[in-house]
């Protein structure tokens, strides 16, 4: 079994999937699941769905299959498999197409599972989870998300982008009027003083308002000056994107501002029979659970509210290095994460 669940996970690392163009790896796990007697498809959103189980509750098992840009030679070294994906998000839903087979294989499972590789979770529309989330009403859910095996996420930041532009008509550099950076700098000013104001007495990170200037471009034709950026918000609880857009709309002055991707926080309750299922398997395979806050955002985001059922985020990997070059997992992590998840859905 670990050599067969080491050879999915290696695979899929060699297939391309950055948002957007996930169909290769989407066939490629389709047919994986198929291959073991579930029902498989590719959904109108691009999703890889695997179906399995005929009577229980409903269990959604939801990863994501796409990846940011940055191609990592895939190999193992050292007990590691390195490649892009690994940790964020490959490994954790080749961790849940795994753990269901064997529970499958055991007899142990009694609910209904639905495997969802989806699309575009990388990129601000989260494509593939707001595709599934008018599509399905679980009894429970776990979003493919790296946790390490012995820890499980409870809740994730919100997140709103802010697109930035300001032209105005060419002006001498000795002039009164603000060159159009110079304008930014100011804005940008403004937004971090804004969350200074409300991070004032929050010391954890997880309820901090917190931005990220992300890109920063200017130029001219000796007419018309511009001036674009796009800055990122990681938004605690309390705090509505929309009612922040209008705040940071209020503070741009004559440049033109566009949002994407506004989502608010969320984070489920830990004392949920999921959350217990988890630590008592955790337990049971030797590990000292945990629960974790992510300052990030998933699709937990998407479909946490919408389906208000026991959610977690689990899965192998250490997520501080998500998009990074050195991107790898361990491979012994990522066999215990398969046992942990498997009992898991032995107990729902």
């Known amino acids: ?83 892009r994906g690994a940790v964020d998000a490959k490994g954790p839903f080749a961790t849940f197409i795994q753990a269901t087979r064997r529970a499958e294989l055991a007899g142990r499972l009694r609910c209904r599972v639905a495997l969802v590789g989806a699309t575009e979770e990388e990129a601000a ?81 997880f309820d901090q308002l917190i931005p990220s200037l992300r890109q920063v471009a200017s130029g001219g034709d000796g007419l018309t000056d511009w001036c674009t950026a796009t800055i990122g918000l990681r938004l605690p609880e309390g705090i509505d994107p929309a009612c922040l857009a209008d705040d940071l709309r209020a503070l741009a002055g004559a440049a033109h501002v566009r949002f994407e991707g506004g989502c608010p926080a969320f984070r489920s309750p830990r004392t949920t029979p999921l959350a217990s299922a988890f630590l008592r398997s955790i337990r049971a395979h030797g590990g000292q659970p945990a629960f974790l806050h992510k300052t990030g955002t998933a699709d937990m985001n998407v479909v946490g509210p919408a389906w208000n059922c026991p959610i977690v985020a689990y899965g192998p990997g250490d997520s501080r290095l998500d998009h990074t070059p050195n991107e790898h997992i361990v491979i012994s992590e990522y066999f215990q994460a398969i046992e942990v998840l498997a009992e898991v859905l032995g107990q729902l």
């Open 1 to 83: 079994m670990e050599h067969e669940s080491l050879a999915l996970l290696e695979a899929l690392l060699h297939i391309p999937s950055l948002s957007g163009q996930e169909a290769e790896a989407a066939a490629f796990l389709v047919d994986r699941m198929a291959g073991y007697g579930w029902e498989a498809t590719v959904d109108a959103a691009g999703n890889a769905v695997g179906l399995v189980g005929h009577e229980g509750p409903l269990v959604v098992l939801l990863g994501h299959i796409d990846t940011v840009p940055g191609a990592i030679p895939v190999r193992v070294e050292a007990g590691c498999l390195y490649g």
């Open 125 to 205: 529309s989260s494509k593939g989870a707001h595709y599934v989330r008018e599509r399905y009403a679980p009894a429970y859910c776990v979003i493919g998300e790296p946790s390490g095996w012995n820890r499980v996420t409870l809740g994730y930041k919100g997140r709103l982008l802010v697109h930035y532009r300001l032209e105005q008509a060419s002006a001498h550099s000795a002039g009164e009027l603000p060159a159009a950076p110079e304008s930014l700098v100011a804005f940008w000013r403004e937004v971090e003083a804004h969350c200074a104001a409300h991070n004032a007495g929050r010391e954890r990170l």
